[in-house]
């Protein structure tokens, strides 16, 4: 008896595999994860047939994984190597561990970003860091996720002194960082857009309460007794438009990314500049509950999965 086709995750970090699998399960589709975190594959043996979901985050390292991605890549290759279906695949993987990577492809597409300096060393980052105004600039590391280490400073002095007291690899996990315009976001506040099946599917308002740490998930909650700042706050908007969003899904489709939340914040003159793209995007589904319309962000990603897993179910039937 052949083996049954299955929806194959891919990931590094169980907390946000499971309400997914719960997901799957709920839409009657068979799944099973691959924690990447470790493992192995022999070169010789031919996968699984089903459909495989990547959903390495740019954030593993944070979470003792720090090879995770190579064995990400690795695995993608090999089942590329056997025409598996797979969603956000080995371009996806790319973008999803380089900043710079993103912001090149998204100005490639016609979508604005903060002017950006990328540097490779303390000399070359203080360098990097006179060249921006009294509004200061924003320190991020080129492999980031969850806002983390990213950090806004008002003049290139209180750089040199935090520089001082910091080695470069406590900064970044590949040795890249990006120097970055820092543009006040109208009202503190981001938006954050999710797309599904490579189509724009609802966005969400973020208001940032003045920090970078805004990862939607439900798991990534910060903890509330944090004196320095305030919650981040996400709301669903009903009816939600901007003309880039043709460009986004443009963007998408180019770099065969077919999951996502793409951000972009506001300026106070009404100019919208995009700055991240998560390829292992999450949900709040507090955000969702609390919203009128019935968006369900994961449910729609198994909805999703569940016909691809049922083309590939007819392609074997055919053959």
Known sequence: ?????RVYVLHENEEWYKPLQA??????????????????FSLDQVPPLGVFYSKMSASSYTRGHLHAKHFMAAT?????????????????????VSKVAQ????????????????????????????????AGFIMKPNQGGKGQGVQHFPSSEAFEEFLASVSMDELT???????????????????????????????????????FELCPADACEIDPTRPDR??????????????EIEKCETFLEANQIEIAGMEFLESEAGDRYF??????????????QECSSNYEGLQQVA?????????????????
């Open 230 to 243: 305030t919650l981040p706050n996400f709301t669903l908007l009903e009816d939600f438009w901007i003309p």
């Open 76 to 96: 993608l290759e090999w089942l590329s190597a056997h025409e598996r279906r797979v969603i956000n695949g080995k371009r996806a993987l790319e973008l999803e």
């Open 23 to 40: 997901a799957l399960a709920a839409a009657g589709v068979p799944n099973e994860e691959w924690n990447l975190a470790q493992g192995q």
């Open 1 to 5: 008896m052949s083996e049954a086709i």
């Open 103 to 134: 912001h090149l492809s998204l100005q490639t597409h016609g979508l604005r970003t903060p002017g950006t300096v990328v540097v490779h060393g303390k000399k070359a980052a203080l360098e990097a860091g006179r060249r921006f105004g009294t």
């Open 275 to 288: 700055y991240d793209v998560n390829t292992n995007t999450n949900y709040n589904t507090k955000a969702e």
């Open 303 to 319: 909805r999703f999965l569940k016909k691809e897993w049922e083309a590939v179910q007819r392609m074997q039937t055919v053959v």
């Open 173 to 211: 996990v590949d040795g890249l960082l990006l120097i970055q315009a820092y543009i006040p976001p109208k009202s503190q506040r981001i938006i954050r857009m999710e797309f599904i099946e490579g189509k724009f599917y609802y966005a969400v308002q973020v208001n940032t309460g003045g920090g």
